[in-house]
């Protein structure tokens, strides 16, 4: 016990605002710009989420620090079962045998303002949770690519949505050993109408934003895997679909990256984006996806010795370079 104790108060000595950051996620709003843009509805959706309108301090003080709502045995969270919140894909011919991809919402409330007149459904599933779905089935139905989609809400409380979605992902991970790539999916936010929509192929559609974390905050020795990856889709897109994908943007969060080599956060299309324009990128990523899941497959079966030389991120992928690709809510 003693040993355990010298332990922790060591790591809070050698990084004490990592440490506060990870147990007290409310303060990370830096991983959030859309809160840090519009600070009122932010907090309101915190202290909506974390109290479920019950702001008293005891209340705050355990959604803020999990230790604490430990002490009454009631308000511990218990992990789901196995299938709870999993969905099979429907069956095809030829479906392959192993999961190789996994897509979860951490933000599930996320909507499209346009489709249903607000940007978030509170404790509900958002359009963002059909874009997986769409996703999910163009990935089974065209592909022929086993995906395990949890359609579980993480954000009920939207402090500690991350923390919720971790359960998700270490889940996923340890019932699919043979994943290539798990999917984040959210939407952005922040955005005029004018700068939701791109042009593919001569048709107006949402836009597409991949988001990968780092370790400038906490231990990520391996993030540059997930990078590389980002960007094999990233021109993947850009050669299917020119226009699409408005590139690949570093951040300074884990996002539960860390747990996969092969998870990304993707933002596809933004609050002021229609559920159907966002559902039509949707196909489109898929279709990119596809073609990425098959070239891993042969350099699984020892088909492809080639190794392309690592790219390393651009200052402008690890700033926020142009306002128009600034990202909004991750």
């Given at each position: 016990?003693?040993?355990?104790?010298?332990?922790?108060?060591?790591?809070?000595?050698?990084?004490?605002?990592?440490?506060?950051?990870?147990?007290?996620?409310?303060?990370?709003?830096?991983?959030?710009?859309?809160?840090?843009?519009?600070?009122?509805?932010?907090?309101?959706?915190?202290l909506?989420?974390?109290?479920r309108?019950n702001?008293?301090?005891?209340?705050?003080?355990?959604?803020?620090?999990p230790m604490?709502?430990?002490?009454?045995?009631?308000?511990?969270?218990?992990?789901?079962?196995?299938?709870?919140?999993?969905?099979?894909?429907?069956?095809?011919?030829?479906?392959?045998?192993?999961?190789?991809?996994?897509?979860?919402?951490?933000?599930?409330g996320?909507?499209?303002?346009?489709?249903?007149?607000?940007?978030?459904?509170?404790?509900?599933?958002?359009?963002?949770?059909?874009?997986?779905?769409?996703?999910?089935?163009?990935?089974?139905?065209?592909?022929?690519?086993?995906?395990?989609?949890?359609?579980?809400?993480?954000?009920?409380?939207?402090?500690?949505?991350?923390?919720?979605?971790?359960?998700?992902?270490?889940?996923?991970?340890?019932?699919?050993?043979?994943?290539?790539?798990?999917?984040?999916?959210?939407?952005?936010?922040?955005?005029?109408?004018?700068?939701?929509l791109?042009?593919?192929?001569?048709?107006?559609?949402?836009?597409?934003?991949?988001?990968?974390?780092?370790?400038?905050?906490?231990?990520?020795?391996?993030?540059?895997?997930?990078?590389q990856?980002?960007?094999?889709?990233?021109?993947?897109?850009?050669?299917?679909y020119?226009?699409?994908?408005?590139?690949?943007?570093v951040k300074?969060?884990?996002?539960?990256?860390?747990?996969?080599?092969?998870?990304i956060?993707?933002?596809?299309?933004?609050?002021?984006?229609?559920?159907?324009?966002?559902?039509?990128?949707?196909?489109?990523?898929?279709?990119?996806?596809?073609?990425?899941?098959?070239?891993?497959?042969?350099?699984?079966?020892?088909?492809?010795?080639?190794?392309?030389?690592?790219?390393?991120?651009?200052?402008?992928?690890t700033?926020?370079?142009?306002?128009?690709?600034?990202?909004?809510?991750?």
């Amino acid at each position: 016990m003693v040993n355990a104790v010298d332990w922790v108060f060591s790591k809070i000595s050698q990084d004490p605002r990592s440490m506060i950051l990870t147990t007290m996620p409310a303060l990370a709003w830096q991983d959030t710009p859309e809160e840090m843009e519009r600070p009122g509805p932010a907090l309101w959706y915190w202290l909506a989420g974390v109290t479920r309108f019950n702001l008293t301090p005891e209340s705050i003080l355990q959604a803020q620090i999990p230790m604490l709502a430990q002490v009454q045995g009631t308000a511990v969270i218990t992990v789901s079962s196995e299938t709870a919140g999993l969905e099979e894909p429907p069956l095809v011919e030829n479906l392959s045998k192993d999961v190789l991809v996994g897509i979860y919402n951490t933000h599930t409330g996320e909507t499209y303002s346009l489709t249903d007149g607000t940007d978030r459904l509170t404790g509900k599933q958002g359009g963002v949770v059909l874009v997986a779905k769409e996703v999910q089935r163009q990935l089974a139905e065209k592909h022929a690519i086993r995906v395990a989609l949890s359609d579980k809400v993480h954000d009920a409380r939207y402090a500690t949505s991350y923390l919720e979605s971790e359960k998700t992902v270490r889940q996923l991970v340890a019932n699919n050993p043979s994943m290539i790539t798990m999917l984040d999916i959210h939407r952005d936010a922040g955005r005029s109408r004018e700068n939701c929509l791109v042009e593919v192929k001569g048709k107006k559609t949402a836009p597409i934003l991949i988001i990968v974390g780092s370790d400038a905050r906490l231990p990520f020795p391996n993030w540059k895997q997930n990078y590389q990856f980002a960007c094999k889709l990233a021109d993947k897109l850009d050669q299917l679909y020119p226009g699409l994908c408005l590139g690949v943007r570093v951040k300074e969060g884990r996002y539960n990256q860390f747990l996969h080599p092969g998870a990304i956060l993707v933002e596809v299309g933004s609050d002021n984006n229609s559920l159907e324009e966002a559902k039509t990128s949707a196909v489109m990523l898929a279709d990119a996806l596809a073609e990425i899941i098959k070239e891993e497959l042969k350099k699984r079966d020892g088909q492809d010795q080639t190794k392309p030389a690592l790219k390393e991120p651009s200052a402008k992928e690890t700033n926020e370079g142009s306002e128009d690709k600034i990202e909004k809510s991750v």
